[in-house]
C-alpha cells in the first residue's frame, strides 16, 4: 500500500527558496567581476592577496566555530564575502600576513564576538579595515602602478614580506585619483575613472562590474536597492553644491561619485543586511548618513578617502535609526511599539 | 576555599603557608581578585598610561604605595572617623599621599612624571583606593589591611604591566625602553594609540575569563 503523506502548514504557501546561503552565493557572483578586473589591472600580486583574505576567512570562521564547540557555519558562504570583500578595499601590494591578519580581526572581532552571522553590529570586512588602516597606515596607503607590464608574472616582495617584518619598496608608487586631488590637486579624467585605468584598492576600480553586479542583486531581491540610491543621490548633491561654491578647490561630482571605494562601499557594504536599518524610511536616513559623511570627510578631513569611515559610523546609528522611525501598524494609526 | 581546607592536612610546610588566611588575603588581591580583570576597576589609568611597560610599572607602582599608605592610616583611624563624612576623610587621607608621590616622583625622574600627566593627580579618585578603603581597611585590623594593600597594589601593578608589555612590544617593539625586534619589525600603530588600550584590555579580559571558566567547571 503506498503511504500517503500529508503536509500541514499555515500560509504562505508558496515559499520562495532564498535561504542566506543562496543569497551569499549571488553576492559572491556579483562580486566576482569586479574582483576579476582587480586582478587583470593589478596582477598576480592582486590575485594572492584576494585568496590570502578569503582563504583564511572561511578557515578562521570554522576554527572558531570548532573550539567555541558550535557548529561550523562555512557553508553559509557569509565568511567568504567578508574574506573577499576586505581583499577587496586592500592595495594590491598588501603583505599577505598582514591580509591574514585582517581576516581574523574581520572575523573574529568584527563578527564572531557578537555572535557569529546575524549580530554583527558593524560590517565585518570594515572592522578589519579599519583594524588595519590605524595598524599599519604605511602599507595600507601605498598604492602601486596599475597595469604594471610584467603584473603577471612578477610577485611584488612587499606582498612576500615575512610576517611581523616590514615590506620592502619595490615598483613605481603611484596615487590614487583621490589623494592625487587631494594633495597634489591633479584631476583624473572621469573616462579612465569609470573604466579603472586608475590606481587603488583591488577591488574598488572596476567601477562598471560594480554597478552591473549590484544590478543584478537588486534584480534578484538580494540587495535593497534604496540604500546605494541613498547614498548616490546625497554624495551628488552635496558634493555638488560644495563644487557650485567653489569649483577650484573642490572636485566634481561626478569625480566624488566615480572615485575611491564609494561605488563598492555603497552597493555591498553599507548594504549588509544586519548592519543596516530595517524600514525603507530608516534606510533612505542611513544612506543619506553615510553620503553626507563620506562628503564631509573627503573634503574636509584628514584622510583622502573615508567611505570606511561613513558606513561604520552609519551601522553604528542604524539600530538608533530603527528605534526612532518605526512603521505604523497595518490598519491602525499607532506606531509600532518596541517591547 | 573549602576545597582547599579539606586537603589541608595531607600538604607540607609550603601549603599550609598558602592556606593560612593572612596569605589568602594577600595572593586575593594578585589574582582572584585581581582589581583590573576581575573587579574591573581603575579602568581610567590602565587604559590611559598602559603605552608602554615603563609608565604602566611607575603608574602601578605609585598607586601601590598610595594605596598602602592610605589602607594603614584609614585602619588605624577606624574607629575614629565619623560615619557620615568617612568618603571626605577618605579622600584626605588619600589625596595627601598622592601629593606625597607626586613631589618623590618628581625628585626621581622629572621625565616619567611628565608622560604620566595628570595621571598622577588623578590617583586620588582610583577607585580601587576608595573601594578598598571602604571595603576592607575601614573594617579590618592593620595588618590584614597592609596584606590587602599589597595584594591589591602588587595585582593592579600586574595588570598594568601585562597591557602596557603587550602594548609595548607590539606597538614599538621593545619592552621596559630595550629595543629587543630586529629593525625591519613592522609596528603596529594602533597598540600605541588609545584603541590599542581596548583591544589589549578586552583580549587580557578574555583570556582571564576564559581561565575563569575553566577552573570553575574543573
Not at chain 2, 589541608?8 to 598558602?18: C, M, N, P, T, V
Not at chain 2, 595572593?27 to 604602566?56: D, H, T, Y
Amino acid at each position: 500500500m503506498r503511504k500517503i503523506t500529508l503536509h500541514i502548514a499555515t500560509s504562505p504557501h508558496v515559499v520562495k527558496g532564498a535561504s542566506t546561503e543562496t543569497i551569499m552565493k549571488n553576492v559572491i557572483y556579483a562580486l566576482l567581476p569586479a574582483a576579476a578586473f582587480g586582478v587583470y589591472a593589478f596582477g598576480i600580486s592582486a590575485l594572492l592577496v584576494l585568496l590570502t583574505t578569503t582563504i583564511s576567512a572561511v578557515a578562521i570562521e570554522h576554527f572558531l566555530c570548532k573550539i567555541s564547540k558550535k557548529e561550523s557555519t562555512v557553508s553559509d558562504y557569509s565568511a567568504a564575502i567578508t574574506g573577499l570583500l576586505l581583499g577587496m578595499c586592500l592595495p594590491p601590494d598588501f603583505p599577505l600576513w598582514m591580509a591574514f591578519m585582517g581576516s581574523a580581526i574581520s572575523i573574529g572581532l568584527g563578527k564572531f564576538i557578537f555572535g557569529g552571522l546575524g549580530y554583527n553590529v558593524f560590517n565585518p570586512a570594515l572592522v578589519g579595515r579599519a583594524f588595519l588602516q590605524a595598524t599599519f597606515p604605511v602599507p595600507i596607503t601605498t598604492w602601486y602602478q596599475a597595469f604594471g607590464p610584467d603584473r603577471f608574472y612578477h610577485i611584488s616582495s612587499s606582498v612576500l614580506a615575512l610576517p611581523f617584518m616590514q615590506p620592502a619598496v619595490d615598483g613605481v608608487s603611484g596615487a590614487t585619483p583621490l589623494s592625487a586631488f587631494k594633495f597634489d590637486h591633479v584631476d583624473t579624467q572621469t573616462y579612465d575613472l569609470a573604466m579603472g585605468f586608475i590606481n587603488g584598492s583591488i577591488g574598488e576600480t572596476g567601477t562598471v562590474f560594480l554597478i552591473l553586479g549590484g544590478i543584478y542583486l537588486a534584480w534578484r531581491k538580494m540587495l535593497n536597492w534604496r540604500i546605494p540610491v541613498s547614498i548616490f543621490i546625497t554624495v551628488f548633491v552635496f558634493s555638488g553644491a560644495a563644487y557650485l561654491i567653489n569649483n577650484t578647490a573642490y572636485p566634481s561630482p561626478v569625480f566624488t561619485l566615480f572615485s575611491g571605494g564609494l561605488m563598492l562601499g555603497a552597493i555591498y557594504m553599507a548594504t549588509d543586511m544586519v548592519a543596516s536599518p530595517i524600514t525603507s524610511m530608516g534606510v533612505w536616513v542611513y544612506g543619506a548618513i553615510i553620503g553626507i559623511l563620506v562628503v564631509m570627510i573627503r573634503l574636509w578631513g584628514g584622510l583622502p578617502e573615508g567611505v570606511m569611515y561613513a558606513i561604520l559610523l552609519a551601522n553604528a546609528i542604524s539600530p538608533h535609526i530603527d528605534n526612532l522611525i518605526r512603521p505604523r501598524v497595518y490598519g491602525t494609526t499607532n506606531k509600532l511599539k518596541l517591547s | 576555599m573549602s576545597v582547599i581546607n579539606q586537603n589541608k592536612s595531607e600538604k607540607g610546610f609550603l601549603s599550609s603557608i598558602a592556606d593560612h588566611p593572612s596569605t589568602d588575603e594577600f595572593i586575593k588581591g594578585v589574582w582572584r581578585e585581581n582589581p583590573v580583570f576581575v573587579q574591573v576597576l581603575g579602568m581610567c589609568p590602565s587604559l590611559a598610561v598602559s603605552n608602554s611597560a615603563k609608565n604602566a610599572l611607575a603608574m602601578g607602582l605609585a598607586t601601590a604605595f598610595v594605596l598602602l599608605m592610605s589602607n594603614i592610616l584609614i585602619s588605624l583611624l577606624r574607629d575614629f572617623i565619623p560615619k557620615q563624612v568617612r568618603i571626605a576623610s577618605y579622600i584626605l587621607i588619600i589625596a595627601t599621599f598622592v601629593t606625597v608621590i607626586d613631589y618623590a616622583m618628581q625628585a626621581i625622574s622629572i621625565e616619567l612624571h611628565k608622560s604620566l600627566g595628570a595621571f598622577i593627580a588623578l590617583i586620588v579618585v582610583n577607585c580601587i583606593i576608595l573601594s578598598r578603603a571602604e571595603a576592607f581597611a575601614s573594617k579590618n585590623t592593620v595588618g590584614k589591611s597592609i596584606l590587602d594593600a599589597l595584594g591589591m597594589g602588587i595585582g593592579f601593578t600586574f595588570a598594568l604591566l601585562c597591557i602596557g608589555g603587550v602594548r609595548e612590544i607590539l606597538g614599538s617593539g621593545s619592552f621596559l625602553g630595550f629595543e629587543f625586534m630586529p629593525d625591519s619589525f613592522e609596528k603596529w600603530v594602533i597598540m600605541v594609540l588609545p584603541a590599542g588600550g581596548f583591544f589589549t584590555l578586552a583580549f587580557l579580559l578574555l583570556i582571564f575569563n576564559s581561565f575563569k571558566i575553566k577552573n570553575n567547571r574543573a
